[in-house]
């Protein structure tokens, strides 16, 4: 994969920063590259990775049962995701895959502090796009509900049928 300019991809991410404040940043950060189909993150892990997308696309997951997953989102180049991560210390709460060859920027959980202790902006950013996300998963999971309620009435509707 070609090596972008990780002050590119962080103003991508970031874009109301100036890039003379990420200039700091940018250099906190290491590229790693995952081929397509690779699972990234697993939701449940305990990792303490930030990731910002240089290249390429992921989808965003969440399992719904053992066999069962849903699509919550994909993302491309600055994006970024494993934000929680190095916060709160939990575990992930999606899986992440690469759907394409992927080149990441990836900033581990000292660096991330560091970065947000010089940069309260960022955080600002950051906060806001979890705030977006969450609201965007509530509408999906809502969403998704009400087809199953459909489904549901449907099939007692075909079975009060048949018994009549």
């Known amino acids: 994969m070609t090596e972008l300019d990780p002050v590119f991809i962080l103003q991508m991410a970031f874009p109301g920063l100036a890039r003379e404040a990420l200039i700091p940043l940018a250099e906190l950060t290491q590229s790693r590259t995952f081929p397509e189909g690779h699972l990234i993150c697993r939701e449940g ?9 240089s290249t390429g696309e992921v989808e965003f997951t969440k399992l719904i049962s053992d066999d069962e997953e849903h699509r919550l989102r994909t993302g491309g180049p600055g994006m970024y995701f ?3 991560a190095p916060l709160q210390q939990t ?5 992440v895959r690469a759907l394409t ?3 990441l920027l990836a900033i581990d959980q000292e660096a991330f502090h560091a970065a947000i202790l010089a940069n309260p ?12 996300r969450m609201r965007s998963n509530d509408a999906a999971a809502l969403e998704d509900m009400k087809l199953r ?3 549901i009435e449907a099939a007692y509707e075909e079975l009060r049928y048949q018994e009549e």
């Open 45 to 53: 892990a305990f990792e303490d990775t930030f990731y910002i997308i």
């Open 91 to 95: 575990a992930r709460n999606a899986n």
């Open 101 to 103: 060859d992927v080149e």
């Open 149 to 151: 309620k459909e489904q």
């Open 121 to 132: 902006a960022m955080m600002l950013t950051i906060i806001r796009t979890l705030i977006e």
């Open 82 to 84: 494993g934000e929680m």
